[in-house]
C-alpha cells in the first residue's frame, strides 16, 4: 500500500498476471478484499456461500455491491477486472448442528470460551470449496477476509490455520494455490483505512451503505457505520470500528 491514506486508490500501474478468486460474502471485510483484489490482480472472480446463515441479507447486497465496483471500476483504474460471480450451496454445515450463526438462538460465549455463532470448520470448508474452484477456474490466488486482530475468536480465522490449509490443499491438489488474508492483522478501523486508501471516499460509503456484517441479519437501522441491529458482536466490532477510524481521520 504506497498511496497515503486518504488518496484513491494506489494508480497501480501493471497488475499481476495471477487470477484471483474473492471469498466474497457480501460483508464490511470481504468487500475491501475484493477491492483490494480488483487494485492487484488483472482478474478477479467473486464466491459466495449459502449455508442458511441467519444474516442470509448478506447474500442479497452481493450482486449491488459487484455492481457498484465494477462502476467505480469502470471509472477508476480497474477496468475490466472484474469477472463472473459463483455460489455454492453449503447447507450441510446448518444440518450439522445449531449454532447461533444458523439458528435462531441466543449469542453466548460457550464452555470452551468461543462464542456459539463459531460455525465448526467453516472457513476450513470455505477454503476447500474455494481451491477446487479457483483450480478449475485457473486462478492462483483464494483472497479471504480472515482475521486474527479485533477477531471474534474463531480459530479458523487464525493465520496459522489458514497456512496450514494453504499447504494441505497443495499437497492434496497438486496445486500452487496462494491464500492472500490482507486483513489478518489490521484492526477494524485499520480495515476502514484500507478501503478509503483503495477507493476513496466513494467507497467507504459503499461499504456503510450496502454491505451487511449484523449476524442477527437486522438491516433496519441506519448507523453511522452502516445498517445493523447494534448489539450483536458483529455490530460492535463493526461500530467500534468506525468510530476509531472516523476519529483517525480527524487526527
Ligand atoms: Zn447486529
Redesign the pocket.
Known sequence: MSAPAGSAGQGSSEPAPDGALVLFSGGQDSTTCLAWALDRYARVETLGFDYRQRHRVELDCRAGLRLALERMALERQWPGRLGPDHTIDLAALAALGETAMTADIAIVTRADGLPNTFVPGRNLLFLTFAAALAQRRGLRRLVGGMCETDSSGYPDCRDDAIKAMQVALNLGMEAQLVVETPLMWLSKADTWVLAERLGGEALVQLIVEDTHT???G?RGMRHPWGH?????P??LLRAGGFERFQRLRLA
Open positions: 449484523c449476524y442477527l437486522e445493523g441491529c447494534g448489539a450483536c458483529a455490530c
